[in-house]
Antibody, heavy 117, light 109 residues
């Protein structure tokens, strides 16, 4: 069964840091681009970051550039998102998802990040 | 940045009726458009990719059409499980800086 499982979410103060993880199973993780997509409470979906199969290319939405870093460990079938200088507007459910040609499938179940004092 | 818009924001439909959802791109995305369904408390689910190709396991009552800047998702006969929020997403540009539409909520009339 193809599965993506996120972890690492929680409550963090503004200006703080958090590292999200996504464990993949049931498919050849190293063959896929991976992404983080987030959804603020009651809002729509926002693509956050992409990483190429070998980690050599990374892309970010403008609002997180310089603060978030996407990475992966193909030996561990894992995707990560290091989030620094967190702001209230980063509060969201963060989903990991895989893609090859641009559409996201599958998705994980998401992990909630709350930035609040 | 390619901006995606969707209309209407909310669509009230009776079970068994047809639903037509629209998605528009600020510039041509060719056929590089996907549709997702999201139910409360769940992750999005891929419905359509390449503007018109149903994903694995998606019922035939879901169909997608369009190219360029104008796209449509049609649900031919709404079932109770189809009441949800639907998002379009473009994946046309390179580097891959993807954008989603704001969503259309389909609720029970």
């Amino acid at each position: 069964e193809v599965q993506l499982v996120e972890s690492g979410g929680g409550l963090v103060q503004p200006g703080g840091s958090l590292r999200l993880s996504c464990a993949a199973s049931g498919f050849t993780f190293s063959s896929y681009w991976m992404s983080w997509v987030r959804q603020a409470p009651g809002k729509g979906l926002e693509w956050v970051a992409n990483i190429k199969q070998d980690g050599s290319e990374k892309y970010y939405v403008d609002s997180v550039k310089g603060r978030f870093t996407i990475s992966r460990d193909n030996a561990k079938n894992s995707l990560y998102l290091q989030m620094n200088s967190l702001r209230a507007e980063d509060t969201a459910v963060y989903y990991c998802a895989s893609w090859t040609e641009g559409w996201f499938d599958p998705w994980g179940q998401g992990t909630l990040v709350t930035v609040s004092s | 940045e390619i901006v995606m818009t969707q209309s209407p924001a909310t669509l009230s439909v009776s079970p068994g009726e047809r639903a037509t959802l629209s998605c528009r791109a600020s510039q041509s995305v060719s056929s590089n458009l996907a549709w997702y369904q999201q139910k409360p408390g769940q992750a999005p689910r891929l419905l359509i990719y390449g503007a018109s190709t149903r994903a694995t396991g998606i019922p035939a009552r879901f169909s997608g059409s369009g190219s360029g800047t104008e796209f449509t998702l049609t649900i031919s006969s709404l079932q109770s499980e189809d009441f949800a929020v639907y998002y379009c997403q473009q994946y046309n540009n390179w580097p891959p800086l993807f954008t989603f539409g704001p969503g259309t909520k389909v609720d029970i009339k």
